[in-house]
């Protein structure tokens, strides 16, 4: 990037500068897809649970 | 408004979602082209001025969050929309990201123009307090269990924060200028020129995109948690109802 | 029939009893008192015991000292009754709120933050300050430290419910009384730093205090309402 962009002498601090927005973005990201993927996935558990106790109540010691 | 029905505004937000998520990546591809391509190099700051396309968005974006929040509060305290505190809760790690961004990226501008990370300006100083707010609102909703409850705590305090807000710039821009004559930080020097602006625009632009594509994504994990936790508790007290009997016999 | 029904009975009787509890209940007064002798006999050691610097920076230490112990008797303002259920039966008196909970506020900092003024003529002949800059910390302390208390009361209503919310409540306080601290810090230290007006921060803090009297109640009133229901 700083051999055909001249960002002059303080490139580090530019550069910095995107380099941090990026990975807090990123990390915003994937902070937001890890949360839901948990969520759906813990939401499909208890459902799947849920359909199972409704049928026969012997699991329900199984979740804690 | 007839998205007051999370699972309607589910459906809503999940056709919305692709539409602006695609967007951003147009208004971020333009963007960017322009600020490294397009817009020229400031005659004293240099390149550095690439800088103030993140830093001016950020903080436009911090402040706007916490408007968005205030909004949403008065949403939950007057007019108890189911929505509005799923909204503040989804917006405030959000505006403290921006924040603290607004907060980094300024403060590696101020290092080469200024020849110091950090000076107790009013500006820098009453953003630093904003990012206290948000982490304390953020530490709230954590702390109480119960998230309408939570809610309400939050939406009271975001809305004194609405309050005290203007007095905590005015004290701040008061103090400043008792310690400090000469401000060391100046953007408004004379009217802009266009080809700084309109890449600062578009970044303006995109950078909104990108806060609302994660509210809305913020906002559905937030009903999913919700449904969840509904569902928990209900399954913990079938389970307490359903063992009732068994220890009775 | 008894003093609690006539229109001013309850207000005496519900401040009579607010003071009486937070002077004896914990240490009460004395403990806010020991913690800010604590903070100010800490400064010397952390800044050096040059005192020409000392009588600089005097009235801030003061005033941070007030403000660290202002912060450390909040959460008792509303814990204690909730825990004992006495804040129930005040929610359900049919009183209004707003002033239940400025008569609460009012109590509790003549029954902790007064104490705090009294010692501060003392603590700032620690610091090396001239009898006109006392007067003026004194002063200003008298007037900025019920708005700490109105402040912290909001903080102090919606972290009623957490069982530790005493660490939280200072962080969710402490921003909010940054205006509180300029102004009372900027006139107290206009007595000392000859060219700084004193009359402008002076009563910018008056005003401060003023607008705390009228947001924190009603803040505070909802914050509690939420929390009971």
């Known amino acids: 990037m700083t051999e055909f962009l001249d960002l002059g002498p303080h490139a580090g601090f530019i550069l910095a500068c995107y380099a941090i927005t990026l990975a807090t973005i990123a990390g915003l990201f994937v902070w937001l897809a890890a949360d839901r ?28 | 408004m007839d998205l007051a029905n999370p699972t309607r505004f589910m459906s809503f937000s999940g056709r919305l979602l692709p539409w602006l998520a695609g967007a951003c990546v147009l208004a971020f591809a333009a963007g960017l082209y322009m600020t490294f ?45 189911p929505l509005a505190d799923v909204s503040a809760r989804a917006a405030a790690p959000i505006g403290a ?51 309408i409850r939570a809610g309400k705590a939050a939406a009271v305090l975001t809305l004194v924060g609405a309050i005290n807000l203007p007095i905590i710039k005015f004290s701040v821009d008061w103090w400043n200028t008792l310690h400090q004559p000469a401000s060391v930080m100046r953007l408004d020097g004379p009217a802009i ?21 994660m509210h809305l994504m913020a906002m559905r994990n937030e009903i999913l948690r919700r449904r969840l936790r509904t569902l928990q ?4 007290s079938a389970r307490v109802a359903s063992a009732r009997p068994q220890a009775a016999e | 029939m008894s003093a609690a029904d006539r229109p001013r009975g309850w207000v005496a009787a519900l401040f009579s009893r607010e003071l009486r509890l937070s002077l004896r209940s914990g240490g009460g007064a004395l403990i806010g008192v020991l913690f800010f002798l604590a903070v ?20 801030a230490v003061l005033w941070i000292g007030a403000l660290l ?30 002033i239940v909970v400025l008569i609460k506020c009012l109590a509790h900092w003549a029954g902790t933050c007064l104490p705090l003024v009294a010692a501060a003529p003392v603590l700032a002949i620690f610091l090396n300050l001239e009898p006109l800059a006392i007067g003026a910390v004194t002063l200003t302390l008298a007037l900025g430290t019920p708005a700490l208390t109105l402040i912290g009361a909001v903080g102090a209503a919606l972290t009623v419910s957490l069982r530790r919310g005493g660490l939280l409540l200072a962080v969710l306080v402490v921003p909010f009384s940054i205006p509180v601290l300029i102004f009372g810090v900027s006139a107290a230290g206009a007595a000392v730093s000859e060219p700084a007006p004193f009359m402008a921060p002076f009563l910018y803090l008056c005003a401060v205090t003023l607008i705390t009297a009228v947001v924190g109640p009603f803040a505070a009133a909802a914050g509690l309402r939420f ?3």
């Open chain 2, 193 to 213: 020129h266009p080809t700084i602006l309109w890449p600062l625009l578009t970044m303006a632009l995109a950078f909104t995109l990108l806060f609302l594509v």
């Open chain 1, 37 to 64: 993927k948990s969520l759906t996935a813990s939401l499909a558990k208890l459902e799947a649970d849920g359909v199972r106790r409704r049928s026969g109540a012997a699991s329900s010691g199984e979740r804690g």
């Open chain 2, 37 to 81: 391509f397009v817009a020229p190099d400031d005659y004293q700051q240099g390149a550095t001025v690439k800088i103030m396309f993140l830093h001016v968005p950020a903080a436009w974006l911090a402040m706007m969050c916490y408007s968005i929040m205030a909004i949403s509060a008065l949403g939950t305290l007057v007019w108890k929309h």
């Open chain 2, 97 to 147: 990201a921006f924040t603290f961004l607004s907060l980094v990226t300024g403060s590696l501008w101020g290092k080469p123009m200024w020849g110091t990370y950090w000076v107790w300006d009013a500006r820098l100083t009453s953003v630093l307090v904003l990012f206290v707010m948000y982490l304390g609102l953020i530490a709230l909703w954590r702390t109480m269990e119960d998230p």
């Open chain 3, 40 to 59: 100010v006999t800490v400064i010397p050691f952390g800044v050096g015991p040059d005192l020409n610097l000392l009588a600089r920076i005097g009235p």
């Open chain 3, 69 to 98: 112990a202002t912060l450390l008797g909040l959460d008792r303002l509303f814990q204690a009754d909730r825990d004992d259920g006495s804040l129930d039966l005040l929610l359900m008196a049919g009183r209004p709120l707003e």
């Open chain 3, 227 to 229: 929390s009971a229901d």
């Open chain 2, 233 to 236: 508790l209900g399954a913990a």
